[in-house]
C-alpha cells in the first residue's frame, strides 16, 4: 500500500509537504491518561498563545487560506482543520477527549499549529490519495447522517471511492474513523516547503516518539512533496 498525491494538487500547490506518520498494532482501547494531559496542556497554551488574536489572519495560518483559494476552495466558509480548532479554542469552547490516537493527534496539532488527519486504514485494500475528487466517490460525514457527494475535482483524501476528507483539510468523513477498534492508524501533516517544513518534520518526530512512549510501536514515516510523490506505507 502507499500514499500519492495527484499531479494536479501540485500543479495547485507546489509548495505542499506532507508529513505522513503510520502505525500498526495500535491499542486505542486502553485509556491514555498521560494523553488526555497532553491535550489539555496543548488547549491551555493554545488559549493563552492565540487569546485576542484573529486567527484566520495570522502569519501561521495565511499558507493554508492562501492553499484553500488555490485549490478553489472559500477558506472562510470551509476552514483548515488547524484554523478551525484555534477558532473553537479562542472563543472559549475548549476540545473534548475523544479516545488516545485523536487526541494525541489534537494535541500535536495544536503544538505545532499544524492540520494533521487521523485515519483508520483497517481492511482498506487500495492506497490513499490526495486527489481532485470524481464521478462515482463518496463521502458519509461523521456519525452518518446523509450521504454527500464531492464536486468533481475538489481536493480530497482518498482511498478508492470512499472519500476520507472533503476540501483537503475541512472535514473528515466516517469511513476511516478512528474508534476504540483501529489498529492500523495514517496520519497526514500537511505543510509547505519553504514555509513551516521544519514544524512538520518536527511533528512528525513527536508523532513518532508519542506512539512509541504510549502506545509500544514503532511507527513508520516519511515525507511527500512535488519531488517525491508517493510513499510505501506497507
Known amino acids: 500500500m502507499k500514499f500519492t498525491v495527484a499531479p494536479e494538487i501540485f500543479a495547485a500547490l507546489p509548495g505542499l509537504y506532507i508529513g505522513v506518520v503510520v502505525a500498526d498494532g495500535v491499542d486505542n482501547a486502553t485509556a491514555r491518561p498521560a494523553i488526555e ?18 486567527i484566520r489572519e495570522a502569519p501561521a495560518i495565511a499558507p493554508y487560506r492562501a492553499a484553500f483559494q488555490a485549490l478553489g476552495i472559500n477558506p472562510n466558509k470551509y476552514p483548515c482543520s488547524i484554523e478551525a480548532l484555534l ?21 500535536i496539532s495544536l503544538e ?11 481492511g482498506a485494500d487500495d492506497d490513499i490519495t490526495l486527489r481532485p475528487a470524481r464521478a462515482g466517490d463518496i463521502f458519509l460525514p461523521f456519525d452518518g447522517g446523509t450521504t454527500e457527494t464531492p464536486d468533481v475535482g475538489e481536493a ?13 483539510t475541512w472535514r473528515q468523513s466516517e469511513h476511516g474513523k478512528i474508534t476504540a477498534a483501529t489498529r492500523r492508524v495514517f496520519f497526514p501533516i500537511d505543510g509547505f516547503a519553504g514555509s513551516n517544513d521544519e514544524q512538520v ?10 506512539l512509541r512512549t504510549h502506545f509500544d510501536v514503532a511507527a513508520r514515516h516519511g ?8 510513499l510505501a506505507i506497507d
Open 201 to 210: 518534520r518536527r511533528a512528525v518526530a513527536a508523532l513518532v516518539a508519542a
Open 87 to 107: 477558532s473553537r479554542i479562542g472563543k472559549g469552547k475548549g476540545l473534548p477527549a475523544i479516545n488516545p490516537l485523536v487526541d494525541l493527534n489534537n494535541a
Open 112 to 122: 505545532h499549529t499544524l492540520p494533521m488527519g487521523t485515519h483508520d486504514l483497517g
Open 156 to 168: 480530497v483524501y482518498a482511498v478508492g471511492q470512499q472519500i476520507r476528507t472533503r476540501r483537503w
Open 37 to 54: 494531559a497532553q491535550l489539555h496542556t496543548a488547549i491551555t497554551a493554545a488559549a493563552a498563545r492565540w487569546q485576542g488574536v484573529k
Open 223 to 230: 515525507i511527500v512533496d512535488r519531488e517525491h510523490p508517493h
